[in-house]
């Protein structure tokens, strides 16, 4: 594709980086995922392919991410990071980056009797919400997440689990 031209399909290309041994959702769930949940990105993406990177890694690194990102010490699940800019060389609109921990979905996926990969999925939605602007702060917020996290999973073939 040629730099700043329109996509007429509207793509969304996804990067994928996995520092774990964890195996990830098929790529396939994965991109119709970040379709759906960056679909509101779109109008500022002008025509151009939306493009997200998705990193999964493990609970240390995980750790010292939050730490460095947001000042927490703590574990958390997904972390996302809004770019919103042109990539000219690349001819996309660069949504961002979606940081996932494979621990943190192991254990989540246990307690929730789901597999790993599905847990996984699920944070990447969330995060890729994140990068079109939804928000988690508030309850209100938190309903308004989970109700577009829930109507992703099921477009995915997959229900989400409270």
Excluded at 24 to 31: F, G, I, K, M, T
Excluded at 100 to 128: K, P
Aim: proline fraction near 2%; charged fraction near 30%; glycine fraction near 10%.
């Amino acid at each position: 594709m040629v730099p700043g031209r329109a996509d007429p399909g509207g793509s969304v290309r996804v990067a994928v980086i996995n520092h774990t041994r964890v195996k990830l959702p098929a790529r396939s769930l994965l991109v119709r995922g970040a379709e759906q949940a960056l679909a509101g990105l779109r109008r500022r993406a002008r025509g151009r392919p939306l493009a997200a990177t998705l990193v999964c890694v493990g609970e240390r690194r995980m750790k010292d991410y939050n730490r460095r990102f947001t000042g927490r010490s703590e574990l958390t699940d997904v972390l996302a990071f809004f770019e919103g800019e042109v990539d000219r060389e690349e001819g996309t609109y660069r949504a961002g980056d979606v940081i996932v921990c494979s621990e943190a979905a192991r254990r989540q996926a246990r307690a929730r009797g789901i597999r790993v990969s599905d847990e996984l999925l699920l944070y990447a939605v969330h995060g890729w919400l994140h990068l079109a602007g939804y928000r988690d702060a508030t309850s209100a917020q938190r309903a308004g997440m989970v109700d577009a996290e829930r109507c992703i999973m099921n477009k995915l073939g997959l229900r989400r689990t409270d």
